[in-house]
């Protein structure tokens, strides 16, 4: 039951520099590995980005930017990542085979007691890891975008992970001044991806209707529930608000909600016309196309910090 101190984490692109970067921040020795130098020089650079934001509204010391930094080191070779790795985290695209493929080869080439993790937000690590002979020693710890930003890390045990693997990460992830959410059951797309595809649904389906604008839906969702949510869950908003109210709400309203199997029709029109979203200029709304850090991720980050000062001031 070592301390975890030196940490691999493999993928450098949307999530795994901001995870490395809260690794870097709680102290450990980071190793980040992406088969290109390109791609870790441009995580190097959304790092100290991400940093100096921080900094700006008063989350982070000027004077800790630099160590941080320091404790991160970049490689294309994945033997020298995880050669000494007491925890491991990949970050690489959502493909089963890929995944596969790589956790053979960390179980080949990480130390016998080193954790296993995937961030993988929607498959089962048993399905990843299924050609794994110690299967005690992976499992699911499935972070947020932006990482270094949200607190939750949901932590998923697979049916063959130890005990001891699930506790010493969950401590290792609060020392990292994470919020870890055991997950109980393994199921595909773990806890919160299940409840915001069911809110995702509801809202493509409310657009496709025409009942409102992507402008007055994103207005009314931010400006609503999802601040109440922020301030209770949606297991204690009813408990506040009583369950026989939504008890009689869900009788009458389910009936009315979309219930598709598939995903929506517009999503595919706009990936056929090449409406992909912030990176091509256009989706539900438009935008400047001005590099890899943009001021809409900006001004998101910006917003979270206020809620973060707001709902975890301990931060």
Same mark, same amino acid.
């Given at each position: 039951m070592?301390?975890?101190?030196?940490?691999?984490?493999?993928?450098?692109?949307l999530?795994g520099?901001?995870i490395?970067?809260?690794?870097?921040?709680?102290?450990?020795?980071v190793k +980040?590995?992406?088969?290109?130098?390109?791609?870790?020089s441009?995580?190097?650079?959304?790092?100290?980005?991400?940093?100096?934001?921080?900094?700006?509204?008063?989350?982070?010391?000027?004077?800790?930017?630099?160590p941080?930094?320091s404790?991160i080191?970049?490689?294309?070779?994945?033997?020298?990542?995880v050669?000494?790795?007491?925890?491991?985290?990949?970050?690489i695209?959502?493909d089963l085979k890929?995944? +596969?493929?790589l956790f053979?080869?960390?179980?080949s080439?990480a130390p016998?007691?080193s954790?296993l993790?995937?961030?993988t937000? +929607?498959?089962?690590?048993?399905?990843?890891?299924?050609?794994?002979?110690?299967?005690?020693?992976?499992?699911?710890?499935?972070w947020?975008?932006?990482?270094?930003?949200?607190?939750?890390?949901?932590?998923?045990k697979?049916?063959?992970?130890?005990?001891e693997t699930?506790e010493r990460?969950?401590?290792?992830?609060?020392?990292?001044?994470?919020?870890?959410?055991?997950?109980?059951?393994e199921v595909?797309?773990?806890l919160?991806n299940?409840?915001?595809?069911?809110l995702?649904?509801?809202?493509l389906?409310?657009f496709?209707q025409?009942?409102?604008?992507?402008?007055?839906?994103d207005?009314?969702?931010?400006?609503?529930i999802?601040?109440?949510?922020?301030a209770?869950?949606p297991?204690r908003?009813?408990d506040?608000?009583?369950i026989?109210?939504?008890y009689?709400g +869900?009788?009458?309203?389910y009936r009315?909600?979309d219930n598709?199997?598939a995903?929506?029709?517009?999503?595919?029109?706009?990936?056929?016309?090449g409406?992909v979203?912030?990176?091509?200029?256009?989706?539900?709304?438009e935008?400047e196309?001005?590099?890899?850090?943009t001021?809409?991720e900006?001004?998101?980050d910006k917003?979270?910090m206020?809620l973060?000062?707001?709902f975890?001031?301990?931060?």
């Amino acid at each position: 039951m070592t301390d975890i101190r030196n940490v691999a984490v493999i993928g450098s692109g949307l999530m795994g520099h901001g995870i490395a970067q809260v690794f870097s921040r709680g102290g450990c020795q980071v190793k +980040m590995h992406d088969v290109d130098e390109a791609f870790l020089s441009r995580a190097m650079t959304r790092i100290r980005s991400n940093l100096r934001t921080l900094a700006e509204r008063g989350l982070e010391k000027e004077s800790e930017i630099e160590p941080v930094l320091s404790r991160i080191t970049g490689t294309t070779n994945l033997q020298d990542a995880v050669a000494d790795a007491d925890f491991v985290t990949e970050a690489i695209p959502e493909d089963l085979k890929m995944k +596969m493929e790589l956790f053979d080869l960390l179980e080949s080439m990480a130390p016998g007691d080193s954790i296993l993790a995937s961030n993988t937000s +929607m498959l089962k690590i048993s399905d990843i890891g299924r050609r794994i002979k110690n299967r005690t020693r992976i499992l699911v710890t499935h972070w947020f975008n932006p990482p270094h930003l949200i607190p939750v890390v949901e932590v998923v045990k697979g049916p063959d992970t130890s005990q001891e693997t699930v506790e010493r990460t969950i401590r290792f992830l609060a020392k990292m001044k994470k919020e870890p959410v055991r997950v109980l059951k393994e199921v595909p797309g773990h806890l919160v991806n299940r409840i915001q595809f069911a809110l995702n649904r509801e809202t493509l389906s409310l657009f496709e209707q025409g009942v409102a604008t992507a402008e007055e839906i994103d207005k009314a969702v931010s400006g609503s529930i999802a601040l109440r949510l922020a301030a209770s869950g949606p297991l204690r908003t009813i408990d506040i608000n009583g369950i026989e109210l939504f008890y009689y709400g +869900m009788r009458e309203m389910y009936r009315f909600l979309d219930n598709s199997p598939a995903p929506q029709d517009i999503l595919r029109q706009k990936i056929e016309k090449g409406e992909v979203g912030r990176r091509s200029g256009k989706g539900f709304f438009e935008y400047e196309v001005t590099g890899p850090v943009t001021s809409l991720e900006v001004e998101r980050d910006k917003n979270l910090m206020q809620l973060l000062k707001a709902f975890y001031p301990k931060d």
